[in-house]
Every structure is written in C-alpha cells, then in structure tokens.
C-alpha cells in the first residue's frame, strides 16, 4: 500500500468517504472515531495481506476498524505475527451496509487479495 494506491481506493468510496487518512496505522493504535469502515491490513513490507469491513449495529466510542482488528488478532497467532499495520478508508455513519460489502470486495479484487468470507461467494 501507498498514498497514491489508497487515493485510488478512496475514490471508490465517493461521497461515503467520511475522512481521507492516507497513511498506515500500527496495529495496536486507533484509527480515530469511525462508525464504519473498509481497512486495508499491511504486513512488515507495507503488502497488503488483508481487507475487512465493519459496520457495527450500535454506535462505538472507538475506531470501529481498530475494535475489529483486535477481535482478528485475539483469534489467530498467524495474525499478530504477519499483520503490521493498517489503512482505513472511514466511511459515514449512514454509509448502506450494501455499499459497505460492495466496497470490501473492490477493494480485495484491486488488491488481488482473495475472498476469505463464505457470505460473499454465497452473494456474488
């Protein structure tokens, strides 16, 4: 990941785009106060290793994006040793949860990243 290819990547979420953050993130820090969100998980070298959404049903005093990938993390060793950082693109509060899914999936296949969740092969 870089500035520009999260430029690129922003432009895909048009006007849900709730704030432009074009820079990693450590793994372990807030990403900021985001409801929803489509992050972007980056290993030591800065290769994008994985993509993920949030899009909690109650409102959160945190980073939505920083609360789920720590859910990941507490799951899987491989995760916290790969996983080094990351890049949110926040979207608004109102963003459609169909926007939301549509804009993981951009993002994975512009990445090359492969579709991990069985809900999308049932939808796609």
């Known amino acids: 990941m870089t500035p520009d290819r999260y430029a690129g990547l922003a432009r895909l979420a048009g006007p849900w785009l709730e704030e432009y953050r074009d820079c990693p993130i450590l793994l372990d820090q807030c990403s900021g106060s985001e409801q ?29 994006a920083v609360i789920r990938l720590r859910q990941h993390t507490r ?3 491989s995760k916290r040793e790969e996983w080094a950082a990351y ?37 796609t």
């Open 87 to 123: 890049w949110v693109l926040p979207l608004l509060p109102e963003t459609p949860d169909t926007f939301v899914d549509w804009l993981e999936r951009t993002i994975a296949a512009r990445l090359g990243l492969p579709l991990r969740n069985r809900h999308w092969r049932r939808n």
């Open 36 to 64: 929803r969100a489509v992050y972007v998980v980056v290993n030591e070298d800065g290769r994008a290793c994985y993509c993920g959404k949030t899009r909690p049903t109650r409102v959160l005093r945190h980073g939505a």
């Open 75 to 77: 799951l899987g060793s």
